[in-house]
């Protein structure tokens, strides 16, 4: 008997002992891992969405920005040209006028000249309109000719066309004459 429990059949018999042991050991660690597994694959999918739902949103985001930029650059006139409609209304209302004196179409040609200043005001155009005397700025002003004056070099001796701003911007400069060095 000493001999049977040496052969191969009792070896193979132990083996089946101690796999049921690494068995139940691992078994435990087996639903934990898949636990694991299972709920970090739940929460990629979840981030996945999230991603991909936040992608969209900002893609729908750029999409509105870019229409809203073509907008405005397609309308940007828009409210200029609403504040010059009076001015033309004026001059065809004038022009509509058969028999009028010099004194009427002067009369007329004022307001409307007033409406218009009122118009480029109000959409933030402004004249550049210097004084004899001011100082040179070639930024604002374009000199046409330089004459010798008594006054001080470099200054403004007469503006020959005034210059215009919108928003801080020279639209179009003073044509100014300036003094020469003495």
């Known amino acids: ?7 191969p059949d009792t070896q193979t018999q132990e083996q089946p002992v101690a796999a049921p042991e690494a068995a139940a050991t691992a078994a ?13 694959e739940a929460k990629h999918a979840e981030v996945a969405d999230a991603y991909l739902r936040a992608k969209a ?3 729908n985001t750029r999409r509105r920005a870019e229409e809203e930029i073509s ?21 065809e ?37 210097p004084q004899a005397g001011a100082k ?3 930024h604002q002003h374009q000199a046409i000719s330089v004459v010798p004056a008594v006054q ?7 503006v020959l066309q005034k210059g215009y701003l919108i928003a801080d911007r020279v639209l179009r400069p003073a044509l100014v004459t300036v ?4």
């Open 152 to 158: 001080e070099p470099n200054t403004v001796v007469a």
């Open 28 to 40: 435990p660690a087996t639903p934990d891992a898949e636990q694991k597994l299972n709920a970090l």
């Open 179 to 182: 003094s020469a060095a003495a």
């Open 136 to 138: 040179f700025d070639p």
């Open 71 to 91: 907008k405005a650059r397609k309308f940007a006139v828009e409210g200029f040209a609403e504040s010059l409609l009076p001015v033309k209304d004026s001059l």
């Open 57 to 59: 949103e900002s893609e």
């Open 93 to 129: 209302a004038a022009i509509a006028i058969p028999a009028a004196t010099p004194e009427q179409l002067l009369e007329g040609v004022h307001a409307t000249l007033r409406q218009l200043s009122a118009a480029l005001e109000r959409n933030r155009v402004v004249e550049i309109n």
């Open 1 to 7: 008997m000493a001999n049977t429990e040496n052969t």
